[in-house]
């Protein structure tokens, strides 16, 4: 019985760990979704510097890439305490080689933006490359954050996971929009080309956003709702309209571009509210399953330190048997009482052992259950990344292009958008690789 109970503890002790470190995972995705968000307001400056070849926002972009820097060494300090980057770094945190790998990428990513940012301050690159260079970098930030919320173990910490996940690339999406928007008022024109690449933006950042709503908690959607209604959306439509009219030839005022972006910045400062808010409350909930642990009526741990008080005389003799066990936790049935009183620990603290044990599976069973369904959002994102990655191979199609032509025939077929995903998986050998 004592080494059953043993083992018991040890599994309490184990998730409680998993907890501790998973606090530690929040605590950088909360720095993470900061520096996104700073990055994507750079990004949108640098536009409009650029498209407009340097006559206007140049105090406003040196300000954003400040802010950028001061964000991104947040990030950094924090990625260099020893407990993160010390001699055991895979304990830091659940799913280490994973997450640890996706942060080595990440700050790779990162490494390039001193270059970058040379080059938009010299006028050596134009506004659509400087765009998608910004974005690859905030990709992958965002895998970063995807990955948190795929090696999440705890559910309730798993659905916060996945519901910031996609506010914050739902909001990405926006950002983009943002940038691309300014860099067509700026020039005072976008095409046929843009006007789709706009049209896309807006009905991906939807999809992220509804899946957001399905894995918030109500007091996040109720404050999402009060963050929309402050949301400049009359005057987003009205400028929205503007530039896909010009798709079909309308000349677009480049005064418009301040506008433009000063109603997108307001949307995405109201996005980030509650992104803050998400990520903030990533770590208190971590910390609030540990006290829920701590405080278990069921908690193994006291039962351990009772039978270890016991007389040595009354100490277990032996393993419990699977018979007992369910005799016990059933009161037994003809002579039931009889029976649980021969046991060495007396009827009500071998009964109290047998009820921790099963508490303890069927809770693990439960959060193994849930867990499952909030892992099937992911999984749809895991299987659409590897179709993306299929047609850019085979297709020769930059990365966007391979979302859009997914969603395009997802449109065209009146399918749902993993489905075509899945198609694209199993024909994969078939398909013509070009060059």
């Not at 049209?199 to 109500?218: D, T, W």
């Amino acid at each position: 019985m004592t080494s059953m109970l043993a083992f018991l503890v040890a599994a309490r002790r184990c998730e409680i760990h998993d907890l501790e470190q998973l606090a530690r995972s929040c605590e950088l995705v909360q720095a993470v979704s900061e520096l996104v968000h700073q990055l994507q307001g750079e990004r949108g400056a640098s536009n409009l510097f650029l498209a407009s070849g340097g006559a206007r926002f140049g105090a406003q972009r040196a300000a954003r890439v400040a802010a950028s820097h001061a964000t991104e060494a947040a990030v950094r300090a924090w990625l260099a305490r020893p407990e993160v980057c010390g001699a055991a770094p895979a304990q830091a945190m659940p799913g280490g080689a994973r997450l640890f790998t996706r942060i080595a990428l990440a700050l790779h990513a990162l490494d390039g933006l001193a270059g970058l940012r040379e080059e938009v301050a010299t006028m050596r690159c134009g506004a659509e490359e400087a765009t998608q260079r910004f974005n690859r970098v905030i990709a992958a930030l965002l895998s970063l954050v995807f990955e948190a919320a795929d090696v999440a173990a705890d559910p309730a910490v798993s659905r916060l996971l996945v519901a910031l996940f996609n506010l914050m690339q739902g909001k990405e999406f926006a950002g983009q929009e943002r940038a691309a928007g300014a860099a067509a008022f700026a020039a005072g024109t976008t095409g046929r080309a843009g006007e789709q690449a706009l049209l896309h933006l807006i009905e991906a950042q939807e999809a992220c956003f509804e899946r957001f709503e399905a894995f918030c908690p109500p007091d996040t959607l109720a404050a999402w709702g009060t963050a929309q209604r402050a949301m400049p959306l009359a005057e987003l439509e009205r400028l929205r309209r503007k530039l896909i009219a010009a798709g079909q030839g309308v000349v677009l005022a480049p005064a418009l571009a301040e506008d433009w972006f000063a109603c997108c910045s307001a949307r995405l400062d109201q996005m980030h509210s509650i992104e803050s808010a998400l990520a903030g409350g990533l770590r208190a909930t971590c910390i609030e399953r540990i006290g829920a642990l701590q405080l278990d009526p069921d908690d193994p741990q006291s039962l351990l330190q009772t039978v270890a008080g016991l007389p040595e005389a009354a100490a277990p003799i032996g393993v419990f048997s699977a018979e007992q066990a369910a005799d016990a936790a059933s009161g037994g049935e003809e002579g039931g009482d009889a029976a649980v009183t021969t046991e060495p620990l007396g009827p009500r603290l071998t009964r109290s052992i047998v009820d921790a044990l099963h508490a303890q599976s069927r809770r693990l069973q439960a959060m193994s259950d849930e867990l499952a369904a909030v892992r099937a959002a992911l999984d749809e994102r895991k299987l659409i990344e590897r179709a993306k990655g299929v047609l850019m191979r085979h297709q020769a199609l930059a990365e966007d292009e391979a979302y859009r032509l997914l969603r395009q025939t997802a449109m065209n077929q009146g399918r749902r958008l993993v489905e075509v995903a899945q198609a694209v998986l199993a024909m994969a050998e078939l398909l013509p690789r070009r060059s």
